[in-house]
């Protein structure tokens, strides 16, 4: 797994609203995260750290699902 293409090909499926994508990808990366495996840069541009960025993924992977689960149509 490359945990960074995969968080960069979750905000772009989350952008087009693509649900079954979302699911796929927030699935995948989440299971990684939770298995120790190194996690993305979550925030571009900045250098939190390791734990942070674990975190912010995890917790974006977490509100993904939601959104991929419920079908939710969020227009900003």
Do not use: K, Y
């Not at 996690?39 to 977490?62: K, M, Q």
């Amino acid at each position: 797994m490359d945990p960074q293409t995969a968080w960069d090909d979750l905000l772009v499926a989350l952008g087009e609203q693509d649900w079954d994508r979302v699911e796929d990808l927030a699935g995948g990366l989440s299971r990684w995260l939770r298995a120790d495996g190194f996690p993305p840069r979550a925030v571009t541009g900045s250098n939190l750290g390791l734990d942070w960025d674990r975190e912010i993924a995890l917790a974006g992977c977490r509100f993904a699902l939601a959104l991929a689960r419920e079908g939710v149509v969020h227009v900003p």
